[in-house]
């Protein structure tokens, strides 16, 4: 009887990988079948008629982006215990896999739990909430900047009353945090002082090299949008572009949204803002589209092998 239910749960877990694959591998293929031809047109072309090592160039960049990524992941983990950074790479290209059909990759979180014992699971969950914040914190910080700079171009209207809605929003936020900070969010124990309080314990080395590699990863993802959008036709400066973009991470970091409408959401937004200095619409299209190809397709067809290989701790 033992041995049938050992059985079973194997059957089980593999199952639940191949749902997991099956979900991920279906949503890659229809974003990929029904990206407009038009961009593929853009991409086809850049490809034939410009040199090669560009291509080499985006690859490399991409894959820094992840190093550092994995570095940021293995780093905050050190808290509690010391993985190798295959070990870490492992856990993040799976957990990247697990979280495509998820509203704002919240599969990740419920991924990298599973790599550890039991009675540290809710520590990682922590863990990778504060890797997560310190990301959030950069995006806020250069787009907040990025939004100042390229606001007066944007020609929104703004009047008295839409400003003072704004800050009492703000403060109704922010006095509703304080309220709740010791109300249990979704797992027992969790709180925003509890939260606050492990966060605090966590040694100042460690905020400090994960809020590093944070801003690392941000300027290395931003500059690649930059290249992709001039390798596919556009011709603008670097410092005229660049607050448009960071502009354009920071509105889609604060929109709730599943990842199957990342690329639609994201489009939207990169033409609206990237517009404003006539960029071609194709062209962001193409840049968003190709960023969403290099950054999260091309990474969870790696971690798909770890997946399927998984096996609980």
């Excluded at 991409?43 to 034939?48: G, I, P, S, T």
Aim: hydrophobic share 55%.
């Amino acid at each position: 009887m033992v041995a049938l239910s050992h059985k079973a749960k194997q059957y089980g877990w593999f199952a639940l990988k191949v749902f997991i694959l099956s979900v991920a591998f279906i949503y890659i293929y229809r974003k990929i079948v029904l990206q407009d031809s038009a961009s593929w047109g853009i991409m086809f072309d850049a490809v034939k008629t410009k040199s090669f090592g560009y291509l080499f160039l985006f690859f490399g960049i991409t894959i820094a982006n992840w190093f550092f990524e994995i570095k940021k992941w293995q780093t905050i983990t050190s808290v509690m215990k010391k993985i190798s950074f295959f070990e870490a790479s492992k856990q993040s290209l799976a957990a990247l896999t697990v979280s495509l059909a998820t509203p704002n990759r919240i599969g990740d979180y419920g991924a990298k739990v599973f790599y550890f014992e039991k009675q540290h699971r809710k520590k990682i969950v922590l863990l990778n909430f504060v890797s997560n914040a310190f990301q959030l914190l950069t995006t806020l910080i250069f787009g907040i900047v990025g939004l100042f700079l390229v606001f007066p171009k944007l020609r929104i209207e703004l009047s008295e009353y839409k400003l003072i809605a704004g800050f009492l929003i703000l403060v109704f936020v922010t006095l509703l945090a304080y309220l709740f900070r010791k109300k249990e969010w979704f797992i027992k124990g969790f709180t925003i002082k509890n939260v606050w309080n492990y966060f605090q314990k966590i040694s100042f080395l460690i905020k400090l090299k994960t809020f590093i590699y944070s801003i690392i990863r941000y300027l290395i993802f931003s500059s690649l949008f930059y290249l992709l959008l001039q390798y596919f036709g556009a011709n603008t400066s670097f410092l005229d572009t660049i607050p448009f973009i960071t502009s354009m991470y920071l509105v889609v970091s604060i929109l709730p949204m599943f990842l199957i409408f990342d690329v639609i959401v994201r489009g939207s937004i990169a033409v609206w803002l990237l517009s404003v200095i006539n960029i071609n619409e194709t062209v962001i299209i193409t840049t968003v589209f190709t960023m969403w190809l290099l950054n999260f397709i091309l990474p969870a067809i790696f971690g798909s092998i770890y997946v399927i290989n998984f096996k609980r701790v």
